[in-house]
């Protein structure tokens, strides 16, 4: 069964602090993943998307790494700023498996950035 | 040029009560997705819409649920004698078409759906 797996469930940090997200996933074959912020009240927007081949991407003072053999995925935000406070959801997709594409969604990771 | 959007933003019904929650997705947008989010878990697929296709409603948990898409623009799900565990956030998202696989989503800011 396909799935995805979050760490940790919550974080709280400094802000100027850097922190890192973590994703495992079993969903194979593999696609993509993408990295949504999802601030509290609002709907998910992609930070970025890693295929197969990449290893690293970055999107401002966010950079997520994948390693499609071990099957993991982190996000790496640096400086953070208050306005980082967010849940951060890991969704890896599958190759086919219909509409859907075996799009599976995290539960997320919610940070919190304290002044 | 305005994003997805959601109405209401909040709805409180009471148990057994029937809601409508609508979805104008982007324009021009032809794929067209329901998910549910329920507190501390993700998101939950329900129903996806793509043109003049079938839609694909494996999703759906019973069928109290419904959705319809009319003039492949506007989407209306429709939840039938709503039960407490309905409660949650209903998100809307639309994409571009879903013929590839790293179209994005773009999500509305979600019903916040309460049934008492």
């Known amino acids: 069964k396909n799935q995805v797996e979050q760490s940790p469930q919550s974080l709280i940090i400094l802000e100027g602090k850097n922190c890192t997200l973590q994703?495992?996933?079993?969903?194979?074959?593999?696609?993509?993943l993408r990295w949504y912020k999802q601030d509290t009240g609002r709907g998910p927007v992609s930070l970025t998307i890693?295929?197969?081949?990449?290893n690293t991407k970055s999107n401002g003072r966010y950079t997520a790494t994948l390693d499609a053999d071990t099957k993991q995925s982190s996000l790496h935000i640096t400086a953070s700023q208050l306005s980082d406070s967010a849940s951060y959801i890991c969704?890896?997709?599958?190759?086919?498996?219909?509409?859907?594409?075996?799009?599976?969604f995290g539960k997320g990771t919610k940070l919190s950035v304290k002044p | 040029g305005a994003g997805v959007s959601q109405s209401p933003s909040n709805k409180v019904t009471e148990k057994g009560k029937d809601v409508e929650l609508r979805c104008d997705p982007i324009?021009?947008?032809?794929?067209l997705y329901w998910y549910r989010q329920s507190l501390g878990q993700g998101l939950e697929f329900l129903i996806y819409?793509?043109?003049?296709?079938?839609?694909?409603k494996s999703g759906l948990p019973s069928d109290r649920f419904s959705a319809e898409r009319t003039g492949g623009s506007v989407s209306t799900l429709t939840i039938q004698r709503t039960q407490q565990e309905d409660s949650a956030v209903y998100l809307c998202?639309?994409?571009?078409?879903?013929?590839?696989?790293?179209?994005?989503?773009?999500f509305g800011p979600g019903t916040r759906l309460t049934v008492l």
């Open positions: 994703c495992n996933y079993t969903v194979s074959p593999f696609s993509n």
């Open positions: 998202a639309s994409s571009a078409h879903s013929g590839s696989s790293y179209n994005e989503q773009f």
């Open positions: 969704v890896p997709k599958g190759v086919g498996g219909g509409s859907q594409g075996n799009l599976i």
């Open positions: 890693m295929t197969f081949s990449e």
């Open positions: 324009s021009g947008h032809t794929a």
């Open positions: 819409f793509q043109g003049n296709s079938a839609p694909d």
